[in-house]
T-cell receptor
Framework: NAGVMQNPRHLVRRRGQEARLRCSPM?????VYWYRQLPEEGLKFMVY????????ESGMPKERFSAEFPKEGPSILRIQQVVRGDSAAYFC??????????????FGPGTRLTVL | AQTVTQSQPEMSVQEAETVTLSCTYD???????LFWYKQPPSRQMILVIR??????QNATENRFSVNFQKAAKSFSLKISDSQLGDAAMYFC???????????????FGKGTKLSVKP
């Protein structure tokens, strides 16, 4: 059973370009969480999605950031018109359930975004 | 809002010795989970140990154990017989239980960088 997959692992963008980060959850997992890690910081929650639904986006910046988790295919975190402050590591995690004892989140390897 | 505090930005331990990493948290929820994650230089987040708040017994995983003090809202990690491979960033994390209204996202502390000296 493959783990959580994220691609690309490294992404370089110039200011003003768009960044698309992909996350394929573990097989059988329908809950996806996106986190951002700034340099020398812990991970900060951004958004929680289930298939075709955004459940909680309270951690997402109000502008330029969006996320989706379609019925088919990976979850996508999209950042429009990137700025240097968006440079960070973006992690995706998936879990089979959101509550109860079987709610462990399994993390992907992350995507390191660098904005020039 | 829930918060997680790790007051030790850096710690150092001699190989084969024992080290304790501190973590405190603040919450008004009664049901929740606490975790310690390890992040080596590869940046992969690795779950080290978890604790359910309703369990009084401290969790143990091989050389890793926790001291969970619910009333004090304290959740420290003890690493015994430290090995060179234990060197990494360690993050304490909190997760509310959905049944209490939480959406289940993890709330992380800022981390403690652990160095292991040979």
């Amino acid at each position: 059973n493959a783990g959580v997959m994220q691609n690309p692992r490294h992404l370089v963008r110039r200011r003003g370009q768009e960044a698309r980060l992909r996350c394929s959850p573990m097989k059988g997992h329908s809950h996806v969480y996106w986190y951002r890690q700034l340099p020398e910081e812990g991970l900060k929650f951004m958004v929680y999605l289930q298939k075709e639904n955004i459940i909680d986006e309270s951690g997402m910046p109000k502008e330029r950031f969006s996320a989706e988790f379609p019925k088919e295919g990976p979850s996508i975190l999209r950042i429009q018109q990137v700025v240097r402050g968006d440079s960070a590591a973006y992690f995706c995690a998936s879990s089979p359930w959101a509550s109860g004892t079987n709610n462990e989140q399994f993390f992907g390897p992350g995507t390191r975004l660098t904005v020039l | 809002a829930q918060t997680v505090t790790q007051s030790q930005p850096e710690m150092s331990v001699q190989e084969a010795e024992t080290v304790t990493l501190s973590c405190t948290y603040d919450t008004s929820e009664s049901d929740y989970y606490l975790f310690w994650y390890k992040q080596p230089p590869s940046r992969q987040m690795i779950l080290v140990i978890r604790q359910e708040a309703y369990k009084q017994q401290n969790a143990t995983e091989n050389r890793f154990s926790v001291n969970f003090q619910k009333a004090a809202k304290s959740f420290s990690l003890k690493i015994s017989d430290s090995q060179l491979g234990d060197a990494a960033m360690y993050f304490c994390a909190y997760r509310g239980d959905n049944y209490g209204g939480s959406q289940g996202n993890l709330i992380f502390g800022k981390g403690t960088k652990l160095s292991v000296k040979p």
